[in-house]
């Protein structure tokens, strides 16, 4: 059995007890083995794991009848191609790993208390062979209280910026309103040439001007950063007629 040490920052835990006051989670950033998203999926389903998991241009589920059960679980996962989500969770607690490629980010919120990291979620990633034989440092951070703006070479507004550096996505998503299906949002990047191609898979509709995509979260800062792109931004909501 794989064995990881976690190190919490000595110097850092002193903070753990404004954790009440300013929502507090562990974080530390990893590199997984390599070769762990070969056949990630089909050890997610031996450990009987609900799984979301994008499949020729549709979300289709493993162990859950639609997003809403799946979320539900006490344990569950999204993959989209490089892109990884694996979850366990009770309550208002929740350790995450999540992330692109072989670069991820381990997480852990508790619920006003400082948190840590619960037994079944080191076992459950230990089988799914995730993390690397090495010691983790911990970093106890807090939540940002204002949305904080984007580096100006990531055309991302302040909200979608907020949302990529949220250690919740899908609850950051939730209470803003984002539109989200798995780990993909819907944004509008309002444009001055071409997209990349690397982003055509995700687009739903666009104009010379202006290109509605479905696209996954660790991708926005990407197309942020895209030449053609002026501006990455929510859908304007049409607001119902009167009379």
């Given amino acids: 059995m794989r064995m990881v040490l976690m190190l919490l920052l000595g110097a850092m835990l002193g903070t753990a007890g404004s954790a009440g006051i300013t929502p507090s989670y562990l974080w530390s950033e990893v590199e997984l083995p390599d ?9 997610i389903q031996s450990e009987s794991v609900p799984l979301g998991m994008w499949q020729d241009g549709q ?5 859950a009848e639609n997003q809403q059960e799946l ?18 969770q009770s309550g ?21 208390t400082p948190p840590g990291l619960p037994g079944k979620f080191l076992e459950l990633t230990d089988r799914l062979e995730l993390l690397p034989e090495m010691c ?16 100006e070479d990531v055309r991302l507004d302040a909200l979608l910026w907020g949302l990529v550096n949220h250690p919740d996505w899908l609850g950051f998503a939730r209470d803003h309103g ?14 001055e040439g071409d997209l990349d191609q690397v982003f055509e898979p995700y687009i739903h509709s666009s104009t010379e001007r202006l290109a509605e995509l479905l696209i996954p979260i660790p991708y926005l800062p990407d197309l942020g950063r895209d030449p053609a792109v002026r501006l990455v931004r929510l859908p304007h909501t049409p607001y119902p007629a009167e009379g």
């Fill in 71 to 88: 979320e539900a679980s006490p344990q569950y996962a999204y993959l989209d191609g490089d892109v990884y989500y694996i979850i366990v």
């Fill in 35 to 43: 070769g762990a998203l070969d056949g990630l999926a089909a050890r």
């Fill in 136 to 151: 983790l440092e911990l970093e106890l951070r807090q939540v940002p209280l204002k949305l904080p703006r984007s580096p």
């Fill in 178 to 191: 984002l539109q989200r299906e798995g780990l993909r949002v819907r944004v509008v990047a309002e444009l």
């Fill in 92 to 112: 208002a607690d929740r350790a995450v790993l999540r992330g692109r490629r072989t670069r991820g980010e381990l997480i852990s919120i508790a619920n006003g």
């Fill in 59 to 63: 979300l289709t589920f493993t162990g």
